[in-house]
């Protein structure tokens, strides 16, 4: 089987020329009418590697997006005691998704619609990106969680497409991995009630997060976190303090930062979400609630308690 490769831009003129590097929608669709399995490894911001089998796509790793683990244990979806024994039990032998199930952790149906949400959102993340470079390598490493069937690259492409003309749309769009948000002191009382997560987002919205940031920390998708982002900007209750790219394009305060050792305040405040426990086999116990999330809840307990009673 011919598989597809990136070559130099204007390589030629022959039309069976494989899509160059950065085209990553074209070599999607000509890998998926080839049914290539293996990995492509996309080079850029954020990059990733596709996860593919006979031409569908499976599963996504990116740091543009949180992974299943994260979304699982974040949002709280599963227990960090139970996707540790499940772990020990099967992720060395790929049946991680099935042991999840068996052990009544999620449902059969909830976990294969949050798989394919979060292959649309980890796609999502990379299109919005740059792409410098595609790379197939025909052997595949096995993913924790796989789509099994993988989804349609076609039907993937156009979930990002639609996501990003909804974002376009948008009177305040936010730009999901540059644009830092900062909540507006005073503009928001906890009317709404619990389940619409704006008091999480406030919470978080210090002016160092991006909407990419806040997803990590939540267990949510990047798309509906910067959705939800411009939709509170519009309300009033957020706004754009800085841009992850003004402050590259200033040039000395950059490579500054990158030079200096993170002090203090660099650490708890830096906008990325602390890694989760990484689980091996025979393990002990599981790691601790990521610190933030429980710092973020304690925020939010003593906001409410100050906020004056009236309707």
């Known amino acids: 089987m011919d598989i597809p490769r990136s070559e130099p831009a204007g ?7 494989p899509p160059g590097p950065g085209q990553l929608e074209p070599m999607l669709v000509s890998i998926a009418r080839l049914g290539t ?6 080079t850029g911001e954020p990059g990733g590697v596709i996860h593919l089998a006979d031409g569908r796509i499976t599963a996504i790793s990116t740091p543009g997006a949180p992974d ?18 499940a772990f020990a039990a099967a992720a060395s032998d790929g049946r991680m998704a099935a042991e999840l199930v068996k052990r009544d952790l999620i449902g059969a149906g909830e976990l294969e619609a949050l798989l394919r949400t979060g292959l649309a959102d980890a796609l999502f993340a990379l299109v919005a990106g740059s792409v410098q470079e595609c790379r197939l390598e025909e052997v595949a490493t096995p993913a924790l969680l796989p ?6 690259a076609e039907w993937l492409l156009a979930e ?15 730009s999901p991995d540059r644009d830092r948000l900062t909540a507006v002191q005073g503009a928001w009382t906890p009317r709404v009630g619990p389940g619409d997560g704006q008091a999480e987002i406030l919470a978080l919205a210090n002016g160092r997060r991006t909407a990419r940031d806040m997803a990590f920390v939540l267990g949510r998708g990047v798309f509906a976190v910067t959705l ?19 402050v590259r394009a200033a040039g000395l305060r950059a490579v500054s930062a990158e030079t200096a050792p993170p002090g203090p305040a660099d650490a708890a405040g830096s906008g990325g979400a602390p890694p989760l426990p990484r689980r ?6 599981a790691g601790a609630r990521p610190a933030e ?7 939010l307990r003593t906001g409410v308690r100050r906020e004056p009673s009236g309707g």
Do not use: F, H, N
């Open 147 to 152: 789509l099994d069937p993988g989804a349609e």
């Open 293 to 299: 999330k429980a710092s973020v809840l304690r925020m």
């Open 37 to 42: 399995s293996g990995l492509l490894r996309v």
């Open 160 to 174: 990002v497409e639609r996501r990003l003309g909804v974002l376009a749309g948008l009177r305040t769009p936010v």
């Open 228 to 246: 939800q982002l411009s939709r509170m900007c519009d309300a009033g209750l957020l706004v754009i303090g800085s841009s992850r790219s003004a």
């Open 11 to 17: 390589a030629g003129d022959d039309s069976s020329v």
């Open 68 to 85: 299943p683990e994260a979304i699982l244990l974040r949002s709280d979806r599963v227990p960090e005691g139970g996707w540790s024994s």
């Open 280 to 285: 091996r086999r025979g393990g002990g116990q």
